[in-house]
Every structure is written in C-alpha cells, then in structure tokens.
T-cell receptor, first 119, second 111 residues
Framework: GAVVSQHPSRVICKSGTSVKIECRSL??????MFWYRQFPKQSLMLMAT?????????EQGVEKDKFLINHASLTLSTLTVTSAHPEDSSFYIC???????????????FGSGTQLSVL | LAKTTQPISMDSYEGQEVNITCSHN???????ITWYQQFPSQGPRFIIQ???TKVTNEVASLFIPADRKSSTLSLPRVSLSDTAVYYC????????????FGKGTHLIIQP
C-alpha cells in the first residue's frame, strides 16, 4: 500500500508555543489530505480537509486560526497548532487520498500519528 | 453521510475466525465500504474495501449483502496481534468522502 509519513511522532511543548506537524505522501501524489485528532479511548474526529493549492475546509467547531493547515505541494500538508494550551494535548493523525476523489479506485492511507503534550 | 453501527467490543481466541458486522442502513448508491484497523498510538491501517458481494485479500474477507445495508469483516484464524480497534467507514468514491469514524469495535484476542 501507499506510505504516508507523519513527523514528529511525539512532541512536548510549553503552553503558548506553536507546534508544526508534517504529513507527507512518500510514493504518490495526494491532492487531498485530512487531519484528525483522537483522545484516549475515543474514535478519530475529522478536523479539516486539506486541498493542494487552496484553503483548507474545517469541520464545525474547529478553529481555523488555531489549527493552521498548509497544503503547498502534492506530497506535503502541515498542521500548525498555534499558541498551544494543555487542552490541545491529543493524538493528531493525518491521512492522504490516493487517486482522484470520487473515483472508485481512491483509497485512504494514514500517517502514524503525532502525540502532542502541552505542559 | 451514512452512519455506521458496530459492536463496541468482541472477544475471541487465537486460531478462531472472527466476524465483525457493521450496519449502514442509509448507505448511498455511490458509497463504498472500507475497513480499517488501529493499534494504540498508531494511525489506522487500511484492511479491505468493497462495494458489493464479496471481496477477499491476503488478510481478510468482506461480505456485503445485496441490499448493502450491512457488511461483515471476516478475519480468518486470528492471532494475539489482531487485538485492535476495527472501524468501518462508508462513503462515496472509496469511502473517503466525509470520513466520519464511528466508535469502532475493540477486538480482544485471547490465548
């Protein structure tokens, strides 16, 4: 299957600092990537849809100024948690879509996740 | 978006076949059904995807009845390493549209 690399795997930061998480599709081009967060023992919650060359689409309740998404190339999307606070501590996961969206051959592959701990 | 319902948890033993069923009564004509596996502190891993009837790959089979209102993931001869959370997703074009994860099924395999 396709490989999605997510970095860093773990980050600890002080309250008020910003943290950038990178998501790369290593062996395919992804026009669409997705960002999720997951709290312990809970399911994944979609935060936003990242489209190459355009603004991200955020889910209801997700602050776009808090979670900045940049999808500058077909292989890289970044999520920046700005002015992080302890309540932002969570497991963040990215995913990338292979193929053209809406085609029956498209599939979704996930990064390994980033555990963010804000002190 | 088609909502999915799965059992919260299941238990089985090594060497057994495990079947996990997902209900998706509101599935749309263009929707595909995709199953993912997630281990703690890892991203979900694609297992299998289908539209109708039966799909089989090297790790699992997916059974989809004619009305497509449910699907069953079948794991043959499970091992301890199959202990994980399994999610069923339904969406257009390969299950990627919307990407609403349900609660998933926590499968626990015992020796």
């Amino acid at each position: 299957g396709a490989v999605v690399s997510q970095h860093p795997s773990r980050v600890i930061c002080k309250s008020g600092t910003s943290v950038k998480i990178e998501c790369r599709s290593l062996d395919f081009q992804a026009t669409t990537m997705f960002w999720y967060r997951q709290f312990p023992k809970q399911s994944l919650m979609l935060m936003a849809t990242s489209n190459e060359g355009s603004k991200a689409t955020y889910e209801q309740g997700v602050e776009k100024d808090k979670f900045l998404i940049n999808h500058a190339s077909l292989t890289l999307s970044t999520l920046t948690v700005t002015s992080a606070h302890p309540e932002d501590s969570s497991f963040y996961i990215c995913s990338a879509l292979t193929g053209d969206r809406g085609r029956k051959d498209e599939k979704l592959f996930f990064g390994s996740g980033t555990q963010l701990s804000v002190l | 978006l088609a909502k999915t319902t799965q059992p919260i948890s299941m238990d089985s033993y090594e060497g057994q076949e495990v079947n996990i069923t997902c209900s998706h009564n509101n599935i749309a004509t263009n929707d595909y059904i995709t199953w993912y596996q997630q281990f703690p502190s890892q991203g979900p891993r694609f297992i299998i995807q289908g539209y109708k009837t039966k799909v089989t790959n090297e790790v699992a089979s997916l059974f989809i009845p004619a009305d497509r209102k449910s699907s069953t993931l079948s794991l043959p001869r499970v091992s301890l390493s199959d202990t994980a959370v399994y999610y069923c997703l339904v969406g257009a074009g390969g299950g990627a549209d919307g990407l609403t994860f349900g609660k998933g099924t926590h499968l626990i395999i015992q020796p």
